[in-house]
């Protein structure tokens, strides 16, 4: 409950407290410590940030796309569930960007994480995913994109369910890898259960140290070839 919480922290930080997609944009907007008061629908893509970021969800949930994370930014996102369904918008990180995302449940009809693009580098960019439970039903949920130029980034996944079911998907049915790696740096992966259908982890590049983890790789897959 917020009440007495959130009175209490008042005394003692700049946090905000929001209830709804304008406010959220504002708090977003200003950085430090957000704290949602309920559910909420907002659409992340597009949004303002440029400061030091720290939404704290309080077990409700955000529907929302994903958004692209500026060049040095700082962003935690902690303790609820995220909808990304009917997304075409994963979080994206540009160079020295850093996302960490804890205790979420987040489920997506796209990408969840995404460093780096076909457009612009990811270099030195930080993800840490740790107690999270990513459900998604594209190509991958968590991954890399090489620009023309080379640039490495760093990307953890700890004490997390990820999984991958591509099955009804019309672009890529049950061709999909729930981790992809193709750019150097380094990925740790530890305490985790990795699901997908075509692949498990897929590493082009780069160091990956894998621990105390299960992949399944159920091996479906349609070759589109075949039936176009």
Known sequence: PVGEFVAERYLWTTDA????????????????????????????????????????????????????????????????????????????????????MSYL????????????????????????VDHCNFTVCDAAAITTNAAKQPWSCEIIVTNSN????????EAYP??????YMNVAGNLTIDNCVITGQRQGVMVRTGTAKITNTTIINTGEYIDLSLIH
């Open 105 to 128: 449940t987040v489920t997506s009809d796209y990408t969840v994480a995404l460093v780096g693009n076909s457009e612009f580098k990811g270099e030195n960019a930080k993800l840490v």
């Open 17 to 100: 407290v929001v209830t709804n997609a304008s406010e959220l944009a504002t708090a977003v907007a200003a950085g430090g410590n957000v704290i949602f008061a309920n559910d909420i629908e907002a659409n992340l893509n597009g949004y303002s940030i440029t400061k030091a970021l720290s939404i704290n969800l309080n077990n409700f949930t955000l529907t929302s796309r994903g958004t692209v994370l500026p060049e040095g930014s700082s962003v935690v996102i902690t303790n609820g569930k995220i909808d990304m369904s009917n997304s075409g918008t994963p979080f994206c990180l540009r160079s020295n960007a850093q996302l960490e």
């Open 174 to 179: 049950m061709d999909n890898c729930p981790i």
């Open 162 to 169: 990820i999984t991958c079911d591509s099955t009804n998907h």
